[in-house]
């Protein structure tokens, strides 16, 4: 609550305010783990005869691997 307090003032005040710098995922990284989706989507859609029938649970984990991948880029 103080930091919060502290950087309100400083912004009434007319100074810059640094925030955390967030790292960045190059265009590069970002295509590797779109092409990564797009195989591992390709393999369920070939499993399950097409993609309304890959079950969601399957679906939500391809989800959650690809964030956890797109983490993994940017430390």
């Excluded at 930091?3 to 009434?12: F, G, S, T, Y």
């Excluded at 955390?20 to 092409?35: A, R, T």
Aim: charged share 35%; no cysteine.
């Amino acid at each position: 609550m103080k930091l919060l307090l502290e950087n309100w003032r400083k912004l009434l005040e007319g100074e810059v305010i640094q925030f955390p710098h967030q790292p960045k995922v190059s265009e590069e990284d970002i295509q590797f783990v779109i092409d990564i989706e797009y195989q591992i989507a390709n393999r369920l859609e070939a499993l399950h005869g097409n993609t309304s029938e890959i079950p969601v649970e399957k679906l939500e984990r391809l989800d959650e691997i690809m964030n956890e991948i797109e983490e993994l880029l940017k430390a």
